[in-house]
């Protein structure tokens, strides 16, 4: 069987979709809201933002997603974190070749601005 971008495509989606609820529920057992950002069509790209005060600190949500995405699809490998804009850490859980969850999780606090911006949006 040939492998094309509209089938690499369609297994992201497929595997999307067995993922997103469970993935979710982990989530929010941890203290975060867990969103779909992307096309689905490379990799599945989720976003997690803490959404409660006791969140548990991003490396710990990792983990728990990286067991459950281990879990339902016999086999996964993690790798990070990156440090990303604004604070944010991600990391890619890799299903063994083809589409990968590339999950970014958000702070628990935000990064203190270094500086001002300038310019006409400025306030003034």
Do not use: F
Request: net charge negative.
């Amino acid at each position: 069987m040939k492998r094309t971008a509209d089938h690499h495509a369609e297994r992201c989606r497929e595997l999307a979709d067995i993922l997103i609820l469970p993935l979710r529920e982990v989530a929010r057992r941890h203290g975060y809201a867990l969103a779909v950002h992307g096309s689905l069509s490379y990799d599945i790209d989720l976003i997690a933002v803490p959404w409660r005060l006791l969140a548990t600190s991003p490396e710990s949500l990792a983990e728990a997603i990286h067991k459950a995405v281990d879990a339902i699809v016999g086999t996964s490998k993690a790798t990070g974190p990156e440090q990303k804009p604004y604070g944010r850490q991600a990391w890619s859980i890799h299903m063994g070749g083809g589409p990968y969850v590339d999950l970014s999780v958000m702070p628990l606090e935000p990064p203190v601005a270094e500086k001002k911006p300038e310019g006409p949006d400025d306030g003034n």
